[in-house]
């Protein structure tokens, strides 16, 4: 089955000084015996504020090798701290920065998706300025991930990103084939619903939590993604932090039971 797991449900050993990237490398192909990761950029980066700071270049070319040396694909790298919306344009301007250094690094990984928030907390709406500037920001991003073979595009995540008729609306006004969404199933302020049948046609990644992964209900998302054309990966993103690692496998069981209710055995 086509089943990963976010770099951020290690983030408690990480803070521990427990698990770096590489031992997460190990541990996905190892220990859980999965064949693709989804790398946090916190993983890669050096813990800064108010932004990420990527680690050098010969530090990301061995992270590299180790993907290659254990055959795991990088299916998505999320990416915290470069969202396109700021009020300050300083800092929209930092922001642009950093995630075209992400890109670059992206590119440098091997990444196939990568997500990029839309920024804009507190609000269930875009501004019309902020719309704009998302929707030019991430056509420029297109460009770049169209170039190195990837896909780009938000999680709904903070913000109007967890309203799916701004989602939808974002997509539409984008309209790049390398732009998508990463789709954490059933996380929406408004119609929990229909939100995800709402984004469906371009959602390129998956997560599911603990309270999806536990639920029947999930094969029936799982389902309908399928019949909508994902052929991607389903991810589990889950801040373990009693004992993460019989959690994540715990999870991963559940996940599987729902794609297999799904009639998804591959």
Known sequence: MKLSIGGYSFNHLSLEGKMDVFGYLE???????????DLWNA?????????????????L???REALDEKELRLVNLAIDTAHLWDPDPAMREALRKNALAHL?????????????????????????????????GFREYCRIASDNGMRIG????????LVP????????????????????????????ETGDEQVAPWVFHTHFDAQTAASSESAHTV??????????YWAIE???TVNPYSEISALLKQAESRLGEAGITA
């Open 27 to 37: 541990s996905v192909k190892f220990r859980y015996g999965l064949d693709a990761v």
């Open 43 to 59: 993983q890669i980066a050096e813990r800064t504020a108010p932004l990420l700071t990527l680690a050098d270049e010969s530090y």
């Open 61 to 63: 070319r061995k992270v």
């Open 104 to 136: 670059k690094a992206a590119a440098i990984l091997g990444a196939e998706t990568v997500r990029i928030d839309t920024g804009g907390y507190g609000s269930d709406r875009f501004s019309e300025e902020a719309f704009t500037h998302i929707v030019e």
């Open 154 to 161: 938000p999680e709904n995540h903070m913000g109007p990103s």
């Open 165 to 192: 008729g701004e989602m939808r609306r974002l997509a539409q006004a984008v309209d790049d084939p390398s732009f998508g969404i990463l789709l954490h199933m059933g996380r929406w302020n408004e119609e929990r």
């Open 223 to 232: 389902a309908m993604l399928r019949d909508a054309g994902f052929e991607g």
């Open 238 to 240: 889950h801040n373990a």
